[in-house]
């Protein structure tokens, strides 16, 4: 498999090749790492959020947006493929890199985790990249700052003026389009948690509705969660049955059928405290190649509904 820092590269050539009519911003650091802003104080829009997209998964997923139906209303719905899910959803788009600073905060993913390679999936896979120019895509409220940058220079090892970090907040259109777009990634982690073999799941794709922008972060991340857990679906397609399939989906938590904004009020917002088998889409089919098709979960359009406050 080629770099997958290399495939992300090309598309962040693209992004600020067309950084104008993305309407997403991008400059340089004084330590002459690159930001491009994909939606903290720029607007970016749809098509920056789907190349946003493309980028966290280091263009070895598709991702496409189309008008849909929630609850009786007109909505948009993000969908993404993949026939490298462990790759392109576990080992690139996982949100796994906690990117803390003295002046800085924000939750990385993308092809950058893969430098590092330190995460349970990396050796479960089997991969460690290597490459010269790095792309990590960040969650946050503000602008990277320099020591953020440093921060994935230092463990990526490359130079700083070699990384680039994609920002954007959850309450923007580019992270609703992003966020949506992980019911794929979130059911592959959840059936590689139950103890799956990650090399034995042969696609995936999945779909969830565009949370509304939120006028806040807190909100913005209620939302985006509960347009997974709660209106999310996937396909997966596998070699080998497994009895913890009917496990994967949301419906299996505890505390599936409370909103996330609920979970997360009571919990203080303690994210390391929400039970982690709640981030999965709400129905999910599992496809057994010449063998049996599972279908477990299910959507809950209401609770959706409100949390989007249609």
């Not at 982690?189 to 509705?209: C, H, K, M, Q």
Request: glycine share 8%; aromatic share 8%; proline share 4%.
């Amino acid at each position: 498999m080629e770099s997958l820092n290399r495939m992300a590269i090309e598309l962040v050539d693209e992004a600020l090749d067309y950084a104008e009519e993305l309407n997403v911003g991008g400059y340089d650091l004084e330590n002459e790492a690159t930001v491009l802003d994909f939606g903290v104080e720029f607007d970016g829009g749809i098509e920056a959020g789907l190349l946003l997209t493309e980028i966290q998964t280091a263009g070895l997923a598709t991702p496409s947006y189309e008008l849909g139906d929630l609850d009786g209303a007109a909505l948009p719905y993000v969908e993404l493929s993949t026939d490298q899910p462990a790759l392109s959803l576990l080992c690139s788009q996982k949100a796994g890199w906690e990117l803390v600073t003295e002046d800085f905060e924000g939750l990385g993913s993308g092809p950058a985790r893969a430098l590092v390679a330190e995460e349970e999936e990396f050796r479960r896979v089997g991969y460690t990249d290597a490459f010269d120019l790095t792309a990590l895509a960040v969650e946050t409220e503000a602008i990277p700052t320099e020591s953020a940058a440093a921060q994935v220079a230092d463990l990526a090892e490359v130079e700083t003026s070699s990384v680039f970090l994609l920002a954007y907040r959850t309450a923007s259109l580019a992270g609703s389009i992003t966020n949506a777009a992980r019911a794929a990634e979130l059911a592959t982690f959840r059936l590689a948690e139950l103890g799956y073999d990650l090399r034995d799941i042969v696609s995936a794709t999945g779909r969830a509705p565009v949370a509304p922008v939120a006028a806040d972060e807190q909100t913005a991340i209620a939302r985006t969660n509960d347009a997974i857990a709660y209106g999310g679906t996937a396909h997966l397609t596998v070699r080998e049955d497994a009895d913890v399939f009917d496990s994967v989906p949301s419906v299996a938590a505890e505390d599936h059928g409370r909103p996330f904004g609920d979970i997360f009020d009571e919990l203080d917002w303690d994210f390391e405290e929400v039970p982690s088998d709640l981030f999965a889409p709400a129905s999910v089919t599992i496809d057994v190649l010449g063998g049996p098709t599972y279908v477990h979960g299910e959507t809950d359009e209401e609770l959706v509904a409100q949390s989007f406050d249609l």
